[in-house]
Each structure stands twice: as C-alpha cells, then as structure tokens.
Nanobody, 124 residues
Framework: VQLQASGGGLVQPGGSLRLSCAAS????????IGWFRQAPGKEREWVSC????????YYADSVKGRFTMSRDNAKNTVYLQMNSLKPEDTAVYYC??????????????????WGQGTQVTVSS
C-alpha cells in the first residue's frame, strides 16, 4: 500500500485548499483512507476518513462542516477539500489506510508508511 499526499501550501485564514492522496499498487475500492495531521509540538491527530466500500465519510469535530473528502476513481486518488481554513489547521497533513470503527470513531493506521506528508500553513 503506497499513498502520497500533496497539494499543501500557504493560505490566508478563511481560504481553501485541496489536498490529494494518490494511491499506487492497489485500488481504493477496498480500503478506508484516512487523513491525519501533525502540528509542531503536537501528536499526530486523525482528521477524517472515507470508507472505500460505500464512500461513507467521517470527520473530526474540529473540521466537520469545513472539510470534505471525495474520490476520483479514474485517478485512484482521494481528496480533502478544506474550506474556511483557520490558523489552527496549520500542520503537516498525511494520508494512510486505516482500520475504522464507526460506532466510536476508533481509528488505527494499518501501516507505518506515512511518507513526507504535505505542509499546510494558514496565516495572514
């Protein structure tokens, strides 16, 4: 399972960015893909995930209503559309395949292949 996150950048508060998570070597249909982020001095936290089987999406309370996950089957890529960005969204964002339990939002990455992530900086 190889996933590569990209699309980060510098944006002003209230702005938008779209992150991409490109999969290689496997199809996304059978995997739940999650987005995570890690701010300086903080632990990595779960942001959202999308179930490969039926496209159901789940979001952390901190991003609900502002972030949206989607998928392009032809490109085998998952996206994270981030709107109304806040300075506290500043972090390195990663994608990975995850185990996810909807009843309690238990999330666990299926591997330690995080890659380099993509930096998102929200600042005026």
């Amino acid at each position: 399972v190889q996933l590569q996150a990209s699309g980060g950048g510098l944006v002003q508060p209230g702005g938008s960015l779209r992150l991409s998570c490109a999969a290689s070597g496997f199809t996304l249909d059978y995997y739940t893909i999650g987005w995570f982020r890690q701010a300086p001095g903080k632990e990595r936290e779960w942001v959202s995930c999308r179930r490969g089987s039926d496209g159901t999406t789940y979001y952390a309370d901190s991003v609900k209503g502002r972030f949206t996950m989607s998928r392009d089957n032809a490109k085998n890529t998952v996206y994270l559309q981030m709107n109304s960005l806040k300075p506290e969204d500043t972090a390195v964002y990663y994608c990975n395949s995850v185990w996810f339990r909807a009843s309690n939002y238990y999330t666990r990455p299926t591997n330690d292949n995080w890659g380099q992530g993509t930096q998102v900086t929200v600042s005026s």
